[in-house]
């Protein structure tokens, strides 16, 4: 296997290798603008290479196989075929794929031992259901598509709640719990950090129905797109998360404008801002709605979420494994919450679909030095932050000391640090950010938290069909998101001013 700290992926030979170089790696190289561009367009020169991808969106190869597989199996003529992990969210995503394309999908329960395959009729439902599996993230891995297709069956289903666990659950949820100062028995497990934040939507539409949901800040894309796509009204966005905004929700509520629950991550992806946690509790509590804050960017080695939340989310897929090599998410329901009774019988009830005991083993293994990991990281990260606030070519820095350090210390631990993650702008604009981003020797490719450093064009890669409204609340086309991983800060340093020359 390729050491892509010593020897990343970056060059145009490598378009389309795994990132990392595993079997079951959750992000492929795009080494150049162009690539990422002609990813977006949908270009053949591009998407014949590409091994594989972030998995909700371009399906691993094995998983894709097994579509292909049910699809020859079990589908009549026009049909093609998706496989999850349970009827449950198998019928989700049929109401989800009804709503624009009546008649459209079948159900087939229990079609391949436990999991349950759908079978949608023409290209616009088999789309619709491809943007469930999307949304909602409540996937088969490819660990388990690639026992199923060997003919060997996976371990049994384990709900989210733990029932059906093993080992390695336990071993997880004490990890999450000791860094979170919760305790075990309130985490909640899941297969991706999309399918955490999608059954925390699902609780919120059931337990205050028809009132809208409310994003603070701007969010990574999928969270706004799961209030967009589910929500039983248009959520409120809030998209700075400035006081000005806080103090317009605040009248909003005190006028009897009632919601479902409020959003936010600490800090936000990509602009690592850090919303003011004391006066967002204080308003949930006047809406008497739970607060959910994502800690995925700052990790709960930094900052403790659970002070200030009600329920927190982290993708697991990120820092807390760092190797790159499974997709997993978890739901903290914080104690001492004043909804932490009803959001508890919810998840019990509901029994969403948990993380596989395929995956499970090997983020447990992945996680044993999580704690380490982030501080060097967040180490680096400042360095890397500070380097890029001195060099005139840079337009912008986005990192929590820049943004909003007051704000960050509220929630941060002792000696914390700001994160491995920093965002830039060059003053050149686009030409210039080609450049310096073709010419970057890191690993280059969609996700964040690996052990090896990341970038990516992040606003082309998750907005390239939206590019003027995220320009217009702040974000950019030209950003490059910088995912710092464990290489030697001066390593990382002589390769970001080659880069940037």
């Known amino acids: 296997m390729q050491d892509l700290l010593e020897h990343p992926r970056w060059t145009q030979g490598d378009l389309g290798k795994p990132l990392p170089d595993s079997l079951h790696a959750t992000s492929v190289c795009m080494p150049t603008w162009g690539d990422v561009i002609g990813y977006e367009e949908g270009d053949p020169r591009v998407l014949e290479k590409l091994y594989c991808g972030y998995p909700r969106f371009f399906p691993h190869s094995r998983t894709a196989a097994l579509f292909d597989e049910v699809t020859s199996r079990m589908g009549r003529k026009g049909e093609r075929g998706l496989v999850f992990p349970c009827f449950a969210t198998a019928l989700r995503c049929q109401e989800y794929v009804e709503r624009s394309c009546p008649g459209a999908s079948r159900l087939l329960h229990h079609a391949i031992g436990d999991f349950s395959v759908l079978l949608a009729m023409g290209e616009q439902a088999f789309e619709q259901a491809r943007r469930y599996w999307r949304f909602a993230g409540e996937l088969v891995g490819s660990r388990q598509a690639d026992l199923l297709l060997k003919g060997r069956t996976p371990a049994p289903r384990v709900s989210a709640c733990g029932e059906g666990g093993m080992q390695a659950h336990d071993e997880i949820k004490e990890r999450l719990a000791r860094h979170a100062g919760q305790s075990p028995s309130d985490i909640y497990l899941f297969p991706s950090g999309m399918a955490a934040v999608f059954a925390v939507h699902r609780m919120l539409m059931a337990l205050r129905p028809g009132l809208p949901t409310v994003q603070v800040d701007f969010p990574y894309v999928d969270v706004l797109k799961v209030q967009e796509e589910f929500g039983a009204e248009k959520p409120v966005f809030l998209p700075t ?78 820092y807390f494994s760092g190797a790159g090599d499974v997709l997993a998410g978890s739901v903290i329901l914080v104690r001492n919450s004043s909804h932490y009774e009803e959001m508890t019988s919810f998840l019990r009830d509901d029994k969403p679909v948990g993380l ?65 993650m920093v965002s830039f702008a060059l003053r050149g604009g686009e030409p210039a950010a080609q450049k310096c981003y073709d010419r970057l020797r890191v690993s280059k490719g969609p996700s964040l938290g690996m052990n090896f450093t990341l970038a990516c064009p992040y606003t082309l890669l998750a907005h390239y069909h939206e590019l003027e409204w995220a320009q217009s609340v702040g974000v950019p086309r030209h950003l490059i998101r910088l995912s710092v991983g464990l290489e030697e800060p001066d390593d990382l340093l002589e390769r970001l001013e080659e880069a940037l020359c």
């Open 241 to 318: 998360g400035s006081p000005e905004e806080l103090r317009s929700l605040e009248e909003k509520i005190s006028c009897g404008c009632p919601v479902a629950g409020i959003f936010g991550e600490v800090p936000s992806n990509p602009l690592l801002r850090c919303v003011d946690t004391d006066y967002l509790r204080r308003i949930a509590d006047l809406g008497r709605v739970p607060l959910v804050l994502d800690d995925t960017i700052g990790t709960s080695i930094n900052i403790d979420a659970a002070s200030r939340a009600d329920i927190v989310t982290t993708s697991l897929t990120k």
């Open 356 to 420: 596989s005991s395929e995956d499970a083993a090997v983020l447990a293994e992945n996680s044993r030095d999580f704690a380490d990991r982030v501080r060097k990281s967040s180490a680096s990260g400042a360095v890397m932050a500070d380097f890029l606030n001195r060099q005139e070519v840079v337009d912008y820095v986005w990192y929590p000391s820049t943004n909003s350090s007051e704000n960050y210390a509220r929630i941060a631990r002792n000696s914390a640090g700001m994160g491995g």
